[in-house]
């Protein structure tokens, strides 16, 4: 509600309907206030709709005023000294222009009222008091709503602004894992050539078909676990050509489990290091599982390959440090990511609260 009336306050046309309603209602007071000071019906409303009409001009005067400080950066104790200065100029003013209106009036037809026997020093004195507080709660009122809007202005700036620098820095992960990738997957060609030119031929064949399939998903931000499931299978194929009978692979995902949206390309990179760390030597066999289930609003994803753990500081680590940053960006304070040895694996799991964030 109080969002709604910074922002219609703070358009021209909205702020001079509700300053109308807001000096409307204050006439109405003043109005029941006077009737009872004063017995003349026509003088009351004189006074009040000259009274009120004047508050409304010069509270547009302090809005003018108001729009030339920049809320945000200027000192409070200078915000408070030059309101308390401004609204006690507009009060006095506004007191001397009333006692000028009475005097018109008492000059046009004497009759009795309250104010007549209270010296004009001690009136204006009342009313500058009086119209003093008025003008000031309505100042305060005024410049909070507005510092409010700003804020929020700001802040909503601010989340427009970190959502464009990670869209950015997710784009650029994924074109840091893109060369990354082929890297790896070149390497483990060139390996295979002198020794086994068919198996060489036949991953140059397999990793075309992978480029392809990455270049055709390569906008996507956010993905249905199945398209990312497909992915890994494609890179498995490359290293099936490698490996032959030594790899055994199998991938366990519900048809429920698949529908979910991850980021994309945050299985490979896993996948990817369980085959640079996990066999060790060409010669050695290797098993590795993929399993995702959905528990709770959780969805676990698991990369378990045989091998021991190493903490070798060979390679950049890119892989898995874009999945830990992507992680953070997609799923803040809501995922956790594991690396641990148990019987004879190397255990990766994603715990990944609810859907990703979308920047």
Sequence with gaps: MLQSLSQNLFHPPRFWRINFVVWFAFGLIAFLIRSVMQENLTRVIEITLGSELLGFLLSGVLRRMYRNLNLLQIRRSSLIVQTLLLTAFTAAFHSALLQGLIALLDLAGPTWSLTQIIPLWQRWTLFFILWWFIYLAWSFAYLWLKADLLVQKEKLQELKAKAEVQQMELQLIRFQLDPHFLFNSLNGIAAEIPIHPK????????????????????????????????????????????????????????????????????????????????????????????????????????????????????????????????????????????????KGFVVATLDLEGEPCSV
């Design 199 to 342: 198996i060489a031929s036949n991953m140059v064949d397999e990793l075309a078909t992978y480029l392809k399939y990455s270049l055709d998903h390569r906008h996507e931000l956010t993905t249905p676990l199945a398209v990312e499931i497909d992915a890994a299978t494609s890179y498995l194929k490359i290293q099936k050509a490698r490996f032959g009978t030594k790899l055994q692979t199998r991938i366990t995902a519900s048809a429920a489990t698949r529908k979910i949206l991850v980021p994309s390309f945050i299985l490979q990179p896993i996948v990817e290091n369980a085959f640079k760390y996990g066999p060790g030597k060409s010669s050695a066999r290797l098993t590795l599982l993929i399993t995702a289930q959905a528990k709770a609003g959780h969805l676990i994803l698991q990369v378990k390959n045989s091998g021991k753990l190493s903490f070798s500081k060979k390679g950049s680590g890119l892989g898995l440090e874009a999945v830990r940053r992507r992680l953070e960006i997609r799923y803040p304070n809501r995922h956790h990511f594991t690396l641990k040895e148990e």
